[in-house]
């Protein structure tokens, strides 16, 4: 793999994406308390090359774009010390995969194929623990998961989007503190019901009934 498409997949894999928050006295400051999820009622947009994508969020998340897509989170400012996040983020984009061999079958699931040529290298994962890859159908697009522990406290779910009609891959990661497993599964539902893709609007509730609940993540090997 190319190392341009390394260096931008890698943002999946949060290992403290954002700066600690900071009391007068220097200390550090870190969450206690779970947040409460409350109702989506912002509206992020971005469009990148030949795709656009349009997800609701909860308006006191607080948002930032990158080259290929945008995080949303409900900590950004003040996640835990040493990359441990303070509650939920979600990165949403498109990862440049021009310069990769990807598979052309048309009888596999395609967001599958391409989330294991893009596993296949060593360099992508790094110490991080990962689960096998499942797939499965959301409004009938080809889609699939792995659950990965990346050994610094934090859990994530990584949901690969095949999109027919610009023949490329949208990438959904969701991250949370281990404490707080549970509640990425709560909330997969709750803040990916109405991503749009190109025009056409995906359900909750199909992702909550076809995803298994609960999501049991693999342990990593520093893990106690």
């Known amino acids: 793999m190319k190392m341009i498409v390394i260096i931008c997949i890698l943002l999946m894999m949060i290992t403290g994406c954002a700066p600690s928050s900071e009391s007068d006295d220097g200390a550090r400051v ?3 308390q779970p947040p409460t999820l409350t109702t989506t009622t912002d509206i992020v947009t971005l469009t990148i090359e030949d795709i656009t994508l349009t997800l609701p969020y909860p308006k006191e998340w607080e948002t930032y774009t990158t080259e290929y897509g945008v995080v949303l989170a409900e900590y950004l400012g003040s996640v835990a010390t040493e ?5 939920i983020l ?3 984009f498109v990862p440049p995969l ?3 061999d990807l598979p052309v079958s048309q009888d596999d ?3 599958m194929s391409i989330l294991r040529e893009i596993l296949s290298h060593p360099n992508y994962v790094g110490t991080a623990t990962v689960s096998d890859l499942r797939p499965f159908l959301w409004d009938g697009l080809d889609c699939a998961y792995y659950l990965m522990d990346n050994g610094e406290g934090n859990l994530t779910i990584v949901i690969g989007i ?4 610009s023949n490329k891959l949208v990438t959904v990661s969701m991250s949370a503190p281990q404490d707080q497993q549970e509640r990425i599964r709560t ?3 709750i803040l990916l019901d109405d991503l749009v893709i190109n025009n056409q609007q995906l359900s909750g509730m ?3 009934a076809v995803l298994p609940n609960p999501l049991i993540f693999p342990r990593h090997t520093r893990a106690s």
């Open 187 to 189: 909330a997969l539902p």
């Open 162 to 165: 095949f999109d027919a009609t």
């Open 90 to 92: 979600i990165h949403l």
């Open 98 to 100: 021009a310069e990769m």
């Open 83 to 87: 990359g441990q996040l303070g509650g």
């Open 206 to 208: 199909v992702l909550d």
């Open 30 to 32: 870190i969450a206690t």
């Open 109 to 111: 699931n395609r967001a």
